[in-house]
T-cell receptor
Framework: DSGVTQTPKHLITATGQRVTLRCSPR?????VYWYQQSLDQGLQFLIQYYNGEERAKGNILERFSAQQFPDLHSELNLSSLELGDSALYFC?????????????FGSGTRLTVV | GENVEQHPSTLSVQEGDSAVIKCTYSDSASNYFPWYKQELGKRPQLIID?????GEKKDQRIAVTLNKTAKHFSLHITETQPEDSAVYFC??????????????FGKGTLLTVNP
């Protein structure tokens, strides 16, 4: 157990729908990073939050959004889902926002859009 | 932003042989280079990392070497075992504005160790 908790583990939904993925970082970690992993694209950085504020943005679609709450858990919202959004979504946490040291991944959420 | 290229994409070795995976990066200011191992259906796990003030780091059968001049770093696995079979990812942080807060990953190498 990495200490980073992601729910749900699996999600099957239809095109056009909206889903929310949840991530709780390790105790004491302030940063949460979201990554999308698909077969042909590897691990793609989506967005980072640090202590409740957006810190960095990667290749995140406008249909996707995220936030980090006061208790430091984070949610990734995916809307108007398309078949191509099917992927593994990982979150990772680290102690602070200014270094990638101690970057630890959760077990991921497998999203299947049908 | 940082660009990380990883080779080969697949690697098959016999048990007991060595395996080498190479990565190149684009940002000469990058100073932290981790390697992650991902078994099928599981999360990526950090197996070794190196910082730019050293050229090599070893941990039992695993080693990482760094050549900052050439901007490449490599993972070396000696005496490979079937349980080493997995996808391996290299990563590097971009150093934009002095903050290296996210990792850019290579596309991964599928290592298969044949008994």
């Amino acid at each position: 157990d990495s200490g980073v908790t992601q729910t749900p583990k699996h999600l099957i939904t239809a095109t056009g729908q909206r889903v929310t993925l949840r991530c709780s970082p390790r105790s004491g970690d302030l940063s949460v990073y979201w990554y999308q992993q698909s077969l042909d694209q590897g691990l793609q950085f989506l967005i980072q939050y640090y202590n409740g504020e957006e810190r960095a943005k990667g290749n995140i679609l406008e249909r996707f959004s995220a936030q980090q709450f006061p208790d430091l858990h984070s949610e990734l919202n995916l809307s108007s889902l398309e078949l191509g959004d099917s992927a593994l979504y990982f979150c990772a946490s680290s102690v602070d926002g200014d270094s990638p040291y101690g970057y630890t991944f959760g077990s991921g959420t497998r999203l299947t859009v049908v | 932003g940082e660009n990380v290229e990883q080779h080969p994409s697949t690697l098959s070795v016999q048990e007991g042989d060595s395996a080498v995976i190479k990565c190149t990066y684009s940002d000469s200011a990058s100073n932290y280079f981790p390697w992650y191992k991902q078994e099928l259906g599981k999360r990526p796990q950090l197996i070794i990392d190196i910082r730019s003030n050293v050229g090599e780091k070893k941990d039992q059968r695993i080693a990482v070497t760094l050549n900052k001049t050439a901007k490449h770093f490599s993972l070396h696995i000696t005496e490979t075992q079937p349980e080493d079979s997995a996808v391996y990812f290299c990563a590097a942080p971009p150093v934009v504005g002095g903050s290296n807060y996210k990792l850019t990953f290579g596309k991964g190498t599928l290592l298969t160790v044949n008994p």
